[in-house]
């Protein structure tokens, strides 16, 4: 369905050429400042503009509907909507019975028959991600709020020894030498940042978007994340690991095709005595991190990194073939238009977003994010 | 949590040294003709034994322990408990302060405090997976009987144009052209199948396995998984995509660090105009298959391919670095055992078993499994 | 949480004050002519305006912002949006440390401390109900179309004592007698209908009513619903029964303080012989119907009954005693305004669309409603 | 299905004439002192022997297989079983055609067809509710260890009006006159008790059981439950509602036909003046209880009580007219055995069993109760 999360959870909605795109979030704890400010930043990252992407530039404004008052979110359902203008969906009447390859039009077709919003891509259209950035972008600020901005102490619940042994904040017993040193520490420092790290097989970026920009085509590209300061512990033992979940939410920004945590694809090759993580003291810090700050699906402590495989933009204006269904013969296609030449630009922003939703309600399952916000 | 699946749900539990490990299957439809006999052959291709996995095998006798009668579902929950037998848990004690690199050791200290059960990795043990198999066999089952030994009439719906199109089984309209054709035509087969297509590197698997042995190491690999005669249309729009469930559902098989659909990370290299899958005829067979049979999220008939990253297993005899808790200090270990050499050797129907819990979900939920079976 | 359903899934939000109220209804079947007309009539009848009920009315125009093309549902979420118009809060701003006795005024407080949004009760206001009615209206046109609206063969599956059985529409064995039978039958007719049945006490609503208006007082209660041509076999055997179900969702109209089934709370006053439901055919139909159409969990194809109690509103000009939170002190408040005698008259259209929205989700899950509508 | 909950997740299986029953409690934190003898009391009050139930008395014992260490909960699933012993099965092989008047016999069948277990009631029988009680057995342990035994700061959040203000132990922002107040404050006490408060419309209970004896038939009854201890804020403000969450799963007792809170159908009748509780106290103490300790969904801090209406046990030695399934023709039956008289005296501790899961369940999404046992 269209629904994600257990505490934090998220309901999208809308079509790329209906009246609006937009998101509920449900769960978010009272008290959170928020207001449409809050999200621009990473909504402005995910729109066009830049070489090798669109020129066709939609002015992105979230408008908050509900689940605020007094600039301070209330507990209660927050609604985002995205107002859909300039739309021309004659281009789309066009082809609606010829299936453009590499998109969603026909699977559409077979799963929700003709009645399927065809414009646009309709429902299963990139737009729809703005809403995630506008979501995660609220996760985001639950996180730094109660990761970064918050003298915390955190020690290695279950390892005490001692009877005299004192209790965390967490109402975890805390053996003394650990005490004492998550006393005297400072805050973690929360941080999230993905970017692109390979297009067209190649780590120079600008020279592999102007080539495709000659040729006419688009590239695919390999994104990565890094999360840091998040606490050990999170994500459960069995269907619900940190691996699974991000995975399935990072599934439905289109045109992912594979993901991998830490050494991820390049551990198949390793040998077990290079690929596990030396553990160098008691929180858990590893020497290396192959397993991506996940051990078991559940954080370790360590930084949690993962990298995404984007697959080429479908939309090309080079000629293709495929098949107009109401004759059955094939067709050839020509896809015209403002398209990106590497899709993959757009993604850093929105695995941040989905990381920061399943984050978010992780630490509040964990309750390491209260319910009403300090 | 330890819960998975919308229509068709899965509860697991058990500890790797405690009295069994188990599952909870909800939501079979009556009627399936089901004993242990069915689920035997997976089991047995999951145990070790063979070159390259552990010596020590377990008797995996899945005793059903609800749901059945007169050697059929009866539409209530199917409670299968495997016990255990001939456990050593005293390598286990002298350890259980020394979390093993690679394993979950620390991660579930870090979650559960020191309630957590240590003996041979407790509810993380790889050992849970027998019953991820007994209950993919119950998929299996459903999937094959509703797609394989049914006649069955499929257009491509919503593609009609005549006011005089004929209903399909499922109530869908179908155009003359796609109706006489399927009419005509032979029932699906359903076929699922994975192998292990490379272990460290390399394709001669048996040769590298041979190297790793005399290294005293453990290696990783990939496995494919392929899934053919699906019906279009699985899946959903967003969160809930082919690809979002199942990567769910891997990533609780332990050793998985990565998954990529059809082409996958290869698409990340691609040009659109390769990458672009080629529709050939109206029911959306495509020339290629980068797409690994989704579109979308949703499938679109033609074959479904994934393939994951398997981690050498972490157990190995080679002495490492790590730490102990009590003392803070650094210590070696050496992890004494029958270990498998090549855990990937063991994960072929691991796959099959999550990817058919998936789609007799999905099936379900698209009504092309009927809640009793026919 | 805001969310309610398994394949009909919906996600309310809003505020009474703030700039909308709303809700999110995913996973209805593509196809459905559908429009605001189709909303209007339940929403009138949910409104003010009448004897007994308050003056204040809003005009409830529901936005249907997505999920509709070429006037018909398209298989994606249907998002459905009220403007809140003409709101006065300054009345709530002199009130805001001072509980109301009977309304949730506290508890919010209580849950979201001081960032609970109070003007006009906020997220927990009866306005937000009138989202509930238009998804109710949905879910209403759903069950019409595919009980009332489709000739049926059913059968009692199951019962078949021949090899020569026939197989019903749903794919279930019938024996050859209820065949015949079933194929000569007309369609089954889908009504759903509620009413109240008393009002403080007695069946006399009119003169009632008529003593509080004199009497400056509200008053409560029992408002009865009746739904008529469902199928047998709807609900699930253990949590997720009808009872359940029903009961969930009906807890979250504002005022509602118990439910019966059948003859509820009279049967703890019968003889199991009394109670008991005599079978008189085959179909299962009861000459008497204590039951309320629900054995064990499950609807047995007669008329399923319920009847709930409704508080008297709250909102009471009466002056009544309560403290001031921020002094601590005992204070008198009368509530001014244009309030509900019987806030009762307004339940009807409610219990009827949370009905719907239960019933039209069982029969998807029972696939009894087709994933496109026919 | 067959799961409820949201953070304390229970499933549960089994048959009356299988070869078990049990439950998986999923999300109890890890911790917990735990065994066996803690569920036997409650297991004990279920069973039958007292005058007015069943002399057929099964030895119930509660085998748990996962989830325990050491003693205690390890925060994996928690796996409970209790054997099927003295089964005859004979009686019900007779009766398979001939539905039970107010029994699921027709029911299941109209569900699962000819596969349905019926033996014994199968999968519907009541003996299914010593799995529930074995789960709230575990959720009273948590609820008395995390209110009973803990010496708690507990303020009214939000109500601050001072700079200089303090926070309470769960981060919220506590009056000064308040947190003085409340560190002087002994601890919340639990209880959680449940009682027959009427049988056969009668509150001389022993006489009406004898009543009932003498004439061969079996009588209803009024349950009521009372508890107390409970903090204000839980709940969730719609769909989630206290009373939502206790019916849905009162609903799956066997032979639970009405619930009430507070005054329930009571409130009916009532004016607003007088429904209404007069709150006395900054913490939301009233004067009256006619809310049963909930307001708009939420606790309110008082006494939660609620009642349900339980009817007659169906199953009676009376001669009863039902249809014989195969001929079509009606037949009598007399269900012989030894019955439940008044089964409503089993009913209490189930319904302390079920509000203490609803309650611990709620305390883990607020954070009342920490996720590593205290």
New interface residues.
């Given amino acids: 369905?269209?629904?994600?999360g257990?505490?934090l959870?998220i309901?999208?909605?809308?079509?790329s050429h209906?009246?609006?795109?937009?998101i509920?979030v449900?769960?978010c704890p009272?008290?959170l400042r928020l207001s449409m400010h809050d999200l621009i930043s990473d909504l402005e990252r995910r729109k066009g503009g830049a070489k090798g992407t669109t020129t066709r530039i939609e002015t992105d404004i979230p408008l908050i509907?509900?689940?605020?008052?007094?600039g301070?979110?209330?507990?209660?359902?927050?609604?985002i909507?995205f107002e859909n203008k300039n739309i021309n969906s004659e281009e789309y009447e066009k082809i609606k019975?010829i299936?453009r390859?590499?998109?969603?039009d026909?699977?559409?077709?077979?799963?929700?028959?003709?009645?399927?919003?065809y414009?646009g891509?309709?429902?299963?259209s990139g737009r729809?991600t703005a809403a995630l950035i506008a979501a995660g972008a609220i996760a985001k600020k639950l996180l730094i709020k109660n990761i970064t901005e918050l003298p915390q102490v955190r020690g290695?619940?279950?390892?005490?020894?001692k009877e005299s042994a004192s209790?965390s904040e967490?109402?975890?017993?805390l053996p003394k030498?650990i005490l004492s040193e998550a006393t005297n520490s400072s805050p973690r420092k929360f941080t999230i940042k993905a970017k692109v790290v390979?297009?067209?097989?190649s780590k120079n970026i600008e020279s592999a978007i102007n080539a495709?920009i000659k040729?006419n085509?688009?590239?695919?590209?390999?994104v990565e994340c890094r999360i840091l300061g998040l606490p050990?512990?999170l994500?459960?033992?069995?269907?619900?690991?940190v691996?699974?979940?991000i995975?399935?939410?990072?599934?439905?920004i289109?045109a992912?095709?594979?993901?991998?945590?830490?050494?991820?694809?390049?551990?198949?090759?390793?040998?077990?005595?290079k690929?596990?993580?030396?553990?160098?003291?008691?929180n858990?810090k590893?020497k290396t991190n192959?397993?991506?700050g996940?051990?078991?699906?559940?954080?370790?402590?360590n930084e949690v990194t993962f990298r995404v495989?984007?697959?080429?933009?479908?939309?090309?204006s080079?000629i293709?073939?495929?098949?107009n269904?109401?004759t059955?013969k094939?067709v050839k296609i020509s896809i015209k238009g403002r398209h990106d030449v590497c899709i993959?630009l757009r993604v850093p922003p929105l695995l941040e977003a989905i990381s920061a939703l399943v984050f978010a309600d992780l630490m509040l399952?964990?309750?390491k994010i209260?319910?009403?916000v300090?």
Same sequence: chains 1, 2, 3, 4.
Avoid at 65 to 70: L, T
Avoid at 156 to 161: A, C
Avoid at 235 to 241: C, K, Q, R, V, W
Avoid at 275 to 282: A, K, P, Q, S, W
Wanted: hydrophobic content about 35%; proline content about 6%.
């Fill in positions: 369905m269209n629904t994600f257990r505490l959870k309901s999208i909605f809308g079509e209906g009246e609006c795109i937009g509920v449900d769960g009272a008290g509907k509900s689940g605020i008052f007094n301070k979110t209330t507990g209660a359902p927050i609604m909507i019975d299936p390859p590499g998109h969603a026909l699977t559409a077709k077979q799963k929700f028959g003709k009645f399927n919003d414009r891509a309709g429902h299963f729809l290695n619940p279950g390892v005490n020894t209790f967490e109402g975890r017993l030498a390979e297009v067209n097989g495709a040729e085509d688009s590239i695919g590209g390999i050990p512990g994500g459960e033992p069995f269907f619900d690991s691996e699974s979940l995975s399935h939410i990072v599934f439905s289109p992912v095709k594979g993901i991998e945590f830490g050494s991820g694809f390049r551990c198949a090759s390793m040998h077990g005595s690929c596990n993580d030396e553990i160098i003291n008691v858990g590893t192959n397993a991506g996940i051990n078991g699906g559940i954080t370790n402590g495989a984007v697959k080429p933009a479908p939309s090309i080079k293709q073939n495929t098949i269904l109401k059955g094939s993959s399952i964990e309750q209260p319910k009403i300090r």
